[in-house]
């Protein structure tokens, strides 16, 4: 299966930074940037949420519902430049619910973009991320959230801290128990929280 970093470099990765370039008015190495360290982020945050059994089902369901079926690839300038990133806000909601800010600061820390800038961005690629998981879902056949944890597991292959970072930024923001990763016993502390905390957000995906 071919990393995440794959669909980075190649040919619709260049279209998605040349058009997020024009967008945001930022360098294509700026804008290469930013997307290689925003996408591992937001699907690690996917990968996280596979630790709360409501939140994969809602992940699972998202994608195979048919709204995400890979179309928007076959058109990401006509999405990229229509302007409206209303679903991809939704999405960031769902996933990143109050820690938006943190992993757009995180973003910008490490890319030297402005977070402002990150946090446009953001929108753009979320709904293009969902698409390329859809069609991933459908080609791969993938029926149950364990399927959907090993395809998710499978594109953040080669993604290492040291390289643009699987979910890095977003792991220091949701990391319960200090160890460094997301595992199970940051879920048990998540929803332990109060509603509205942590355990509101791994509950909370797509609606859930």
Do not use: C, R, W
């Amino acid at each position: 299966m071919a990393g995440i970093l794959d669909l980075i470099n190649s040919d619709l990765g260049k279209q998605i930074i040349g058009n997020i370039s024009a967008q945001t008015g930022i360098s294509e190495t700026q804008a290469s940037d930013v997307v290689s360290s925003s996408v591992p982020e937001l699907l690690g945050a996917m990968q996280g949420n596979m630790l709360s059994g409501d939140s994969a089902n809602g992940l699972l369901n998202a994608l195979t519902s048919g709204k995400h079926n890979g179309s928007i690839l076959d058109n990401v300038s006509g999405f990229l430049n229509g302007g409206d990133f209303s679903d991809g806000s939704k999405i960031l909601n769902h996933l990143l619910g109050d820690k938006l800010n943190a992993v757009s600061t995180g973003i910008s820390n490490k890319t030297g973009v402005s977070s402002s800038i990150i946090t446009k961005i953001l929108p753009m690629l979320a709904p293009i991320i969902m698409g390329y998981l859809g069609k991933q879902t459908q080609k791969g056949n993938v029926s149950s959230t364990s399927d959907l944890g090993g395809l998710l597991g499978g594109l953040l292959t080669g993604v290492t801290s040291g390289n643009s970072g699987s979910g890095d930024i977003l792991t220091s923001v949701l990391d319960q128990n200090g160890d460094g990763k997301l595992d199970a016993s940051d879920a048990i502390s998540a929803v332990t929280k109060k509603k509205g905390g942590l355990g509101g957000l791994l509950g909370g995906l797509f609606g859930k």
